[in-house]
T-cell receptor, first 112, second 109 residues
Framework: DTGVSQDPRHKITKRGQNVTFRCDPI?????LYWYRQTLGQGPEFLTYFQNEAQLEKSRLLSDRFSAERPKGSFSTLEIQRTEQGDSAMYLC??????????FGPGTRLTVL | GIQVEQSPPDLILQEGANSTLRCNFS?????LQWFHQNPWGQLINLFYIPSGTKQNGRLSATTVATERYSLLYISSSQTTDSGVYFCAVDFSGNTPLVFGKGTRLSVIA
């Protein structure tokens, strides 16, 4: 296993469109996290899963955002009716419970 | 609230110089990680160090949990060390990482 992977790496969309991102964690990791990073800031937590259960959501995760991890393996993050303020780097990380997190390369979203 | 503060925000070094980056946190931690973010945005794990001292080549880190700070040392800096260094903490083991705002390091030849 070569680490956390994310797809796509870049996404350009028009305001109002829906987008979906995928994250494949390190295979034995039971925790999966989504973070968002805007220019000049550190990553900020969005949501996380333990196996298939979504355990916590940040207040940053408006009702236009939804995340799933249906079989406890890969996860998807969907943004509906995108807005220009959604432009950011979306980062996925995985870990075993309570220990070191490893990050994927990120998906850079640009909303025009 | 929970806070992670990094200093300095920006640092410019001549190649070959040494540097110390600092991370202060507001509560006791279960996990503390240092990352280097490369120009493409990838977060590279440097250290997982909730307490104690670790070394990896030219880099070393020390966390003094009782005094709520961690230090990252970079010796004999190289231009490839340039980028943003983040400290991130997990306060309970069941919470996500809280990141500082980072230190932007520029190493010039």
């Amino acid at each position: 296993d070569t680490g956390v992977s994310q797809d796509p790496r870049h996404k350009i969309t028009k305001r109002g469109q829906n987008v979906t991102f995928r994250c494949d964690p390190i295979s034995e990791h039971n925790r999966l996290y989504w973070y968002r990073q805007t220019l000049g800031q550190g990553p900020e937590f969005l949501t996380y899963f333990q196996n298939e259960a979504q355990l916590e959501k940040s207040r940053l995760l408006s009702d236009r955002f939804s995340a799933e991890r249906p079989k406890g393996s890969f996860s998807t993050l969907e943004i509906q009716r995108t807005e220009q303020g959604d432009s950011a780097m979306y980062l996925c990380a995985s870990s075993l419970v309570g220990v070191e997190q490893f990050f994927g390369p990120g998906t850079r979203l640009t909303v025009l | 609230g929970i806070q992670v503060e990094q200093s300095p925000p920006d640092l410019i070094l001549q190649e070959g110089a040494n540097s110390t980056l600092r991370c202060n946190f507001s509560d006791s931690v279960n996990n503390l990680q240092w990352f280097h973010q490369n120009p493409w945005g990838q977060l590279i794990n440097l250290f997982y160090i909730p307490s104690g001292t670790k070394q990896n080549g030219r880099l070393s880190a020390t966390t003094v949990a009782t005094e709520r700070y961690s230090l990252l040392y970079i010796s004999s800096s190289q231009t490839t060390d340039s980028g943003v260094y983040f400290c991130a903490v997990d306060f309970s083991g069941n919470t996500p990482l809280v990141f500082g705002k980072g230190t932007r390091l520029s190493v010039i030849a």
